[in-house]
């Protein structure tokens, strides 16, 4: 594991900065992460870049892994290769999410501490469908799929609080 890889940073110092961060780590090192999918066994690997565009506090990049869910079908293991194409404005309030050009993702950092394990697993949960399941297996009519939605995704608060078609 790379050092400080859970260790708290203040992103906007990094990004100030300038700095690239990669690395491959065990996927069961992301215990949020983890308690989602049906198996922890593989890695996940990234290459995240600190920077600022403009006024724009920016992490950039990408993060690759291959999630293990369970197909809602058949129940048994289904392979979800997942490779993300990141790209977050960080922002220290909600007032500045709504800011944030509609080019970024928000990543609010309130307190101007953020570990690499926290974005890693923000950006691979986000990845993990409502309902898995393999491309053969066909949901039958008497299921109801639309309860798995009852699940909330972390993140939609912040979608929501995001404006649509910001001028
Ligand atoms: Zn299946």
């Known amino acids: 594991m790379l050092p400080g890889f859970s260790e708290c940073f203040?992103?906007?110092?990094?990004a100030e900065r300038g700095r690239t961060y990669r690395g491959v780590i065990a996927l069961g090192e992301l215990d949020r992460l983890a308690g989602c999918v049906f198996s922890d066994h593989g890695e996940v690997g990234y290459e995240l870049t600190f920077s600022?565009?403009?006024?724009v506090f920016v992490v950039s990049g990408q993060v690759k892994a291959d999630l293990i869910l369970e197909c809602q079908v058949c129940l048994e293991a289904v392979v979800l290769p997942?490779?993300?194409?990141t790209r977050l404005g960080i922002v220290g309030s909600l007032d500045e999410v709504g800011e944030l050009s509609d080019a970024y993702e928000p990543l609010l950092v309130t307190d101007k501490k953020i570990a690499l394990k926290d974005i890693l697993e923000e950006e691979l949960l986000l990845e993990i469908p409502l309902?898995?399941?393999h491309d053969g297996c066909?949901?039958?009519?008497?299921?109801?799929?639309?309860?798995?939605?009852?699940?909330?995704?972390?993140?939609s608060i912040l979608a929501e609080l995001k404006p649509e078609g910001d001028q």
């Open 52 to 55: 600022k565009e403009g006024s």
């Open 138 to 155: 066909k949901i039958a009519g008497g299921s109801r799929p639309e309860q798995a939605q009852e699940k909330d995704n972390p993140f």
């Open 82 to 85: 997942v490779s993300t194409d």
């Open 131 to 133: 309902i898995a399941r």
């Open 10 to 14: 203040d992103p906007f110092v990094i």
